[in-house]
Structure formats: structure tokens, C-alpha cells
């Protein structure tokens, strides 16, 4: 069973850096042609995209979002790490990991974490 | 603005056929990338119901149907039942810059 659940702080205030973990079972992210993906929602609104990581470490970025967005893994513990940089209230969404397998889909999500920004 | 363009909404009655429209260009569906489809009910995290285009996961009903051409994709639900009322997001992966993924700006599925 593959199980994927987000965790960091759901409260952070503008200009903060907000860093939230993936932590994932049931899967490798050694295993070829399998990813991990980050995509938020905001209140109301539609998905968007924001980072993917692959097995080998190749990194996919928004191109909107790619100056404040780093993305990192730890094979070793099973975590995936998104780190966004000059947090705005605009950015206040649900954020989702999820398992990309090698057929390209998401396959599983996350529970999502509510990240409220606001002084 | 997505990459990916969908309607806003669309509606039906229960028992209607329905299709929801995902435009792309040449690089993305156009490019030959698979297109799927994901169901949002609400308050729910988003499940995939269509992959590689066509493809339905194992318990989700053949009502359910994907279709995919040239630059475009759609999805179809048949015997539509008022539990399908819910957002749909299509999502295929773009080839322009370095690459990226590609969603939908989704649509909702008002069952009348």
C-alpha cells in the first residue's frame, strides 16, 4: 500500500521561507522512471503545479515558481522536501505530494496540508 | 493562465452523456504526451480515473471513457448519476523549456 503525507508549519507570514516534507511508503524513489510531485490548490481554485522529482534527481520546476521553489530528496529516509522562499498571502493554498509511477500519472496523493499565509 | 485549457463547467441530467474538452498545443498533447484525467469530489483529494488517454484504473465504471486527438483530449461520462458531480482536471506533460507538467484549469460537473 502506498501511502504519501505531507507535514510542516500550516501557519507562516510573509517574506518567511515555507518548507514542507513528503514523507512516502510502499514505493522507492530509487526504483527507474518513478517520481514525486508537489502541486497546491488554493481555497476554491484549480491544482497547479509546482516541482517534480525524479529517481535519477532530475528536477522539473513551474516556470512561474521556479526562482523560489527547491526541491530535494532523501532516499535513505523516504522524504521528499519543498522549500518555497518569500512566502505571499497569494500562496495560501492546500499543498499535495504525490507518487508519479513510470506510467506517468499520479497514482497516489497525499492527504494535503492547508498553509495559511498571513501576518 | 493553464497550459491546458477546459471549460469552466458543464451540466446534465442523470442518465445524460457528457464530455469535458482539455486543449493543448504541439507541445504538450499535441507532442504525442498521454493526457489524464483526475476527479475531484468535493472535499476530497483529486483520483486519478484516466491515464495514457483512455486508460481506466481498476474500480473506476466503464461509464467513464477517454479520448485523445491531435492537439486535444476529452473525457466522456455516460449514465451520468448525480455522485459525479465533482471537478475534473485533465494533465499531460509539456516539452517546452526544460519541461514541465501540465494541468487544466479544471471543470465542474454539475449534475442537474
Known amino acids: 500500500q502506498i501511502t504519501l503525507k505531507e507535514s510542516g508549519p500550516t501557519l507562516v507570514k510573509p517574506t518567511q521561507t515555507l518548507t514542507l516534507t513528503c514523507t512516502f511508503s510502499?514505493?522507492?524513489?530509487?526504483?527507474?522512471?518513478?517520481?514525486v510531485g508537489w502541486i497546491r490548490q488554493p481555497p476554491g481554485k484549480a491544482l497547479e503545479w509546482l516541482a517534480l522529482i525524479y529517481w535519477d534527481d532530475d528536477k522539473l520546476y513551474s516556470p512561474s515558481l521556479k526562482s523560489r521553489l527547491t526541491v530535494t530528496k532523501d532516499t535513505s529516509k523516504n522524504q521528499v522536501v519543498l522549500t518555497m522562499t518569500n512566502m505571499d498571502p497569494v500562496d495560501t493554498a492546500t499543498y499535495y505530494c504525490?507518487?508519479?509511477?513510470?506510467?506517468?500519472?499520479?497514482?497516489?496523493w497525499g492527504q494535503g496540508i492547508l498553509v495559511t499565509v498571513s501576518s | 493562465q493553464s497550459v491546458l485549457t477546459q471549460p469552466p463547467s458543464v451540466s446534465g441530467a442523470p442518465g445524460q452523456r457528457v464530455t469535458i474538452s482539455c486543449t493543448g498545443s504541439?507541445?504538450?498533447?499535441?507532442?504525442?504526451?498521454?493526457v489524464h484525467w483526475y476527479q475531484q469530489l468535493p472535499g476530497t483529494v483529486p483520483k486519478v480515473i484516466i491515464y495514457?488517454?483512455?486508460n481506466r484504473p481498476s474500480g473506476v465504471p466503464d461509464r467513464f471513457s477517454g479520448s485523445k486527438s491531435g492537439t486535444s483530449a476529452s473525457l466522456a461520462i455516460s449514465g451520468l448519476q448525480a455522485e459525479d458531480e465533482a471537478d475534473y482536471y485533465c494533465q499531460s506533460y509539456d516539452g517546452s523549456l526544460n519541461g514541465l507538467w501540465a494541468f487544466g484549469g479544471g471543470t465542474k460537473l454539475t449534475v442537474l
Open positions: 495514457g488517454n483512455n
Open positions: 504525490a507518487h508519479r509511477p513510470s506510467a506517468g500519472y499520479i497514482e497516489n
Open positions: 510502499g514505493f522507492s524513489l530509487t526504483t527507474s522512471r518513478v517520481a
Open positions: 504541439s507541445s504538450n498533447i499535441g507532442g504525442g504526451y498521454d
